[in-house]
């Protein structure tokens, strides 16, 4: 699950604590890297326990509604919500359940909360929908939250706040974790029953490894970076760069030189978005200019084996 973009992320932020913690230790800098890494992977845990416990709110209101139902002889209301296939697999998934345990918090803990999600989603049109909608398939289940997961949980800043309230680590990485949720979601199959497969915290050790010697390289090659910088900067006062920028450029340096099979363009273009959200709304602009002229200088120095695709 955690990917590229996410590695990046992290390594800005880390980068940035790193110089400005008085006592830096790469190795205590790196431990802690891993560590946010891995607090990504509780997020989108934590994202899927959500589903669970809007489930089990829905859950918990039917039963009251159908005591209520048969002590006044009226019509017991549908239990279809309370009863989506693809919620109760998610909610029997030995994965999650594995990893729930080891948390300290749970849904559970933030009653008031799930219950004003349950409301939103019992109010709105998709959920009227699905709920007279005559179709009874898996498919319309699991369809139906992956509507109310973009409407209700993708972009929340209720969501996002209680989030941070959490964990310090979650700030920056709702937004890309939420693409990994939905992406669970259309990938869950009814005949997987409780064993089926969530993302791995890591498609392979090939990414622990990018995000090991991106880290390192950016560290270890500072002065070698930056005066690199320096000298692209030509009529502008380096000194005077935003802290942010130079920390961007500098681990966008160290990606190129340290990997090969990376395309000149990807590095730049993925930086300079991160420079559009962590920096001054000009540095997006400059550090596209600054990283193309120091790629060009490398590669006509032959110090950088690599081409630039040009417009």
Do not use: C
């Amino acid at each position: 699950m955690i990917n590229r973009e996410i590695i990046r992320i992290k390594i800005v932020q880390l980068t940035y604590a790193y110089y400005q913690n008085g006592n830096k230790n790469i190795d205590a800098a790196e431990k802690e890297l891993f560590f946010s890494l891995s607090k990504a992977y509780d997020l989108y845990n934590q994202l899927l326990a959500l589903i669970v416990a809007i489930t089990r709110e829905s859950q918990r209101r039917q039963e009251v509604l159908q005591g209520k139902a048969l002590r006044e002889g009226t019509k017991v209301p549908s239990a279809k919500f309370a009863n989506n296939r693809f919620a109760l697999q998610l909610e029997s998934n030995i994965q999650l359940r594995e990893f729930l345990e080891t948390q300290k918090r749970h849904w559970s803990d933030y009653p008031e909360f799930v219950g004003r999600m349950f409301e939103q989603i019992e109010q709105s049109q998709i959920y009227q929908e699905y709920m007279a909608d005559k179709e009874d398939s898996y498919a319309a289940d699991r369809e139906v939250w992956r509507k109310l997961y973009r409407t209700f949980i993708q972009e929340n800043e209720d969501i996002d706040q209680l989030l941070e309230e959490q964990s310090l680590y979650w700030n920056d990485d709702k937004e890309v974790v939420d693409t990994f949720v939905l992406k669970t979601i259309k990938r869950f199959d009814e005949k997987n029953g409780d064993k089926q497969d969530l993302l791995p915290e890591y498609d392979s050790e090939e990414e622990r490894d990018y995000a090991r010697r991106l880290f390192r390289a950016t560290i270890l090659n500072t002065n070698e970076y930056q005066r690199m910088m320096t000298e692209a900067s030509q009529n502008w006062d380096f000194s005077r760069l935003a802290y942010m920028d130079v920390i961007i450029m500098q681990i966008a340096i160290a990606e190129m030189m340290t990997f090969p099979s990376i395309p000149v363009s990807v590095t730049i273009n993925e930086f300079v978005e991160l420079a559009k959200y962590y920096s001054t709304p000009r540095s997006g602009g400059y550090i596209n200019g600054m990283l193309d002229t120091i790629a060009r200088h490398l590669i006509s120095t032959g110090k950088l084996l690599k081409q630039i695709n040009e417009k």
